[in-house]
Nanobody, 120 residues
Framework: QVQLVESGGGLVQAGGSLRLSCTASGRTFSSLSMVWFRQAPGKERVFVGKISRSGSSTVYEDSVKGRFTISRDNAKNTVYLQMNSLVPDDTAAYYC?????????????WGQGTQVTVSS
């Protein structure tokens, strides 16, 4: 079983930046592909981006390309979501997930989420 704990959410003004972290335990971190999703109030949880086991490959949803960057530190069992140039539409609960394979569409494990609120 994999446990995921997100941190780093908060309130930020439009144009600002935040870095979310997600720390995993329960399995060798480098064996997991990691993914970020977000869920705005009243909306479905949607894909934000993902990173391969080694960190050599990343994929992003179109609306965050060029603004968000996913990275990982396998020595610290942690994946990061650096969010720059934030806009109010980025307001959501952000969830990290862990997958067995980079091609998995839905992660096998989820964190509890961390709230990001962007004020205009």
């Amino acid at each position: 079983q994999v446990q995921l704990v997100e941190s780093g959410g908060g309130l930020v003004q439009a144009g600002g930046s935040l870095r979310l972290s997600c720390t995993a335990s329960g399995r060798t971190f480098s064996s997991l592909s990691m993914v970020w999703f977000r869920q705005a109030p009243g909306k479905e949880r949607v894909f934000v981006g993902k990173i391969s086991r080694s960190g050599s490959s990343t994929v992003y949803e179109d609306s965050v390309k060029g603004r968000f960057t996913i990275s990982r530190d396998n020595a610290k069992n942690t994946v990061y979501l650096q969010m720059n140039s934030l806009v109010p539409d980025d307001t959501a609960a952000y969830y990290c997930g862990a997958s067995n394979y980079f091609t998995d569409r839905i992660p096998a494990y989820w964190g509890q989420g961390t709230q990001v609120t962007v004020s205009s």
